[in-house]
T-cell receptor, first 115, second 114 residues
Framework: AQSVSQHNHHVILSEAASLELGCNYS??????LFWYVQYPGQHLQLLLK??????LVKGIKGFEAEFIKSKFSFNLRKPSVQWSDTAEYFC?????????????FGTGTRLKVLA | DTEVTQTPKHLVMGMTNKKSLKCEQH?????MYWYKQKAKKPPELMFV???????INESVPSRFSPECPNSSLLNLHLHALQPEDSALYLC?????????????FGPGTRLTVL
């Protein structure tokens, strides 16, 4: 079955530390890849996405992600986190299934940044 | 305007009640979605509407009945729910139902079934 794995369920960092959140998916065909973020009390919103071209994608608020096809991975990075990055982060994949795309979300990573 | 609105914000209902959740967007999007999210879990897709037609039903029990009256509005009718149906119900929309489209999410309706 198609799935998305996020191995880090909880991450705690100090401000200015570097961040890398892992995302692996199991699907052999063409995929589109996304990172969504949910800040406390707010709705899910897009951080960045990849669907073709340069595998290094830059998103909002200094986030970037790299698509490595051979590793089925799409890890999220930020060189220096801020307290305001405290949130839950979801990786998502949209495989083409029976002629239709549908989002499959990973289990999420809760990031807490200490001031 | 990149907003998806959902009403009500909270809903408490008994197992014999009938209620409806409402979702609205005015971005001209032609695809709309219902998700269910349990605590500390990712959103799980329930239904997809594309151009006001149901295109995906993820084997959702018939006590959940979606409706798309027009391109801006999506309803989820609830009847004879079970306590395990208590969750956050999220609505989303996207330009189209293509795989690369960004989904815009509403704040959700927190449903409690007694």
């Amino acid at each position: 079955a198609q799935s998305v794995s996020q191995h880090n369920h909880h991450v705690i960092l100090s401000e200015a530390a570097s961040l890398e959140l892992g995302c692996n998916y199991s699907y052999g065909g063409t995929v589109n890849l996304f990172w969504y973020v949910q800040y406390p009390g707010q709705h899910l919103q897009l951080l960045l996405k990849y669907f073709s071209g340069d595998p290094l994608v830059k998103g909002i608020k200094g986030f970037e992600a790299e698509f490595i096809k051979s590793k089925f991975s799409f890890n999220l990075r930020k060189p220096s986190v801020q307290w305001s990055d405290t949130a839950e982060y979801f990786c998502a994949v949209t495989p083409l299934t029976s002629g239709t795309y549908k989002y499959i979300f990973g289990t999420g990573t809760r990031l807490k940044v200490l001031a | 305007d990149t907003e998806v609105t959902q009403t009500p914000k909270h809903l408490v209902m008994g197992m014999t009640n009938k209620k409806s959740l409402k979702c609205e967007q005015h971005m001209g999007h032609r695809a709309m979605y219902w998700y269910k999210q349990k605590a500390k879990k990712p959103p799980e897709l329930m239904f997809v509407y594309s151009y006001e037609k149901l295109s995906i039903n993820e084997s959702v029990p018939s006590r959940f009945s979606p409706e798309c009256p027009n391109s801006s509005l999506l309803n989820l009718h609830l009847h004879a729910l079970q306590p395990e149906d208590s969750a956050l119900y999220l609505c989303a929309s996207s330009q189209d139902s293509g795989g690369a489209d960004t989904q815009y999410f509403g704040p959700g309706t927190r449903l409690t079934v007694l």
